[in-house]
């Protein structure tokens, strides 16, 4: 059967063991870099496909530099780490993949990232449907402004800028809606709570820029490349502004969790006709079908994961 387990200090334990003192400094203050992984299950390969680890851990790395974390792995160590952990697992479905480096030291009243040690733990969890809804998803324009880079960098996932998008988030379910879509001081559109966004306008797919304090998303890279690729569209990366997504074709999410997730609505405008545009559509079908390994063209975008036995 499956089993719960988790890679903490050293050594794969079971999960319910890796537990830390409330006086660690990363649970006061969010100072943890982080990253979520997909890995999807293959029930013809009877394997788990972890998706793009490789790239997901050298931007943890980056991370860590980051936030001054000194923690004792390179790129491919974690990956070794991460397909050990997933086979002994032994989930025979999707799962999310959570791999977090954080300030152990058990110090408060310490804001000196320099003098504090630091830790790695990895751990394993089932995972389905990131956002409850079917088909086109409805959003909102949210009243928190996106961090900007010379506040925390958005670049990278540092724990405690994440209390920005649940804000936006939260606000955005209370009200009725799937999503927020946040906006930088300056009016422009940045991304959703948890994902890039993407924009269809005549044929041509336009996304914001990084500088535009988004997550630099391995899987807006993906769906990048599968435009280009896959459909021979035109990627335009450049400052949108709010009013514009309410008269585009199409407009869609796209993150680790909510794979390419199309928007209907915004502010209670539609966009388009509603519904999942042909663009959106085209991406989010090839994309699901690359995500699993059955597309000899991307085998290189996928870990396969043999499950150990039962």
């Excluded at 924009?199 to 899987?219: C, E, K, Q």
């Excluded at 390419?260 to 539609?270: A, C, F, H, K, Q």
Aim: net charge negative; hydrophobic share 40%; charged share 25%.
């Amino acid at each position: 059967m499956p089993e719960a387990l988790a890679f903490f200090r050293g050594n794969v334990v079971p999960l319910a063991d890796a537990k830390v003192n409330v006086m660690t400094h990363a649970m006061h203050y969010g100072t943890a870099v982080f990253e979520g992984i997909r890995g999807n299950w293959n029930e013809d390969h009877g394997k788990i496909m972890i998706f793009r680890m490789r790239e997901h851990y050298v931007r943890f790395l980056q991370g860590c530099r980051m936030m001054m974390l000194d923690i004792p792995y390179s790129a491919d160590d974690l990956c070794e780490i991460t397909t050990d952990l997933v086979a002994k697992c032994g989930y025979r479905e999707d799962l999310y993949i959570r791999p977090l480096a954080y300030k152990s030291a058990e110090r408060v009243a310490n804001l000196k990232l320099h003098e504090l040690a630091s830790d790695f733990t990895l751990i394993v969890n089932p995972f389905g449907a990131y956002i409850d809804a079917e088909g086109a998803i409805r959003c909102c324009t949210s009243s928190w402004r996106r961090i900007d880079d010379t506040i925390i960098p958005p670049r990278v996932k540092i724990s405690g800028h994440y209390v920005n998008s649940i804000l936006a988030k939260t606000e955005a379910v209370l009200a009725g809606f799937d999503e927020a879509i946040m906006l930088t001081q300056d009016g422009n559109v940045s991304e959703g709570s948890g994902e890039n966004l993407f924009m269809v306008s005549n044929g041509v797919v336009h996304t914001p820029p990084v500088a535009d304090n988004n997550l630099v998303g391995i899987t807006r890279d993906s769906a990048i490349t599968l435009a280009k690729r896959e459909l021979g569209l035109d990627i335009v990366e450049r400052n949108i502004r709010r009013s514009e997504l309410y008269l585009a074709d199409e407009v869609f999410l796209t993150g680790t969790a909510a794979h390419v997730t199309p928007v209907g609505e915004l502010d209670s405008r539609p966009i388009g006709e509603g519904g999942i545009g042909p663009v959106t559509r085209q991406i989010m079908d090839k994309y699901l079908d690359v995500i699993r390994g059955n597309d000899p063209d991307y085998a290189d975008w996928c870990t396969a994961v043999p499950l150990e036995s039962w």
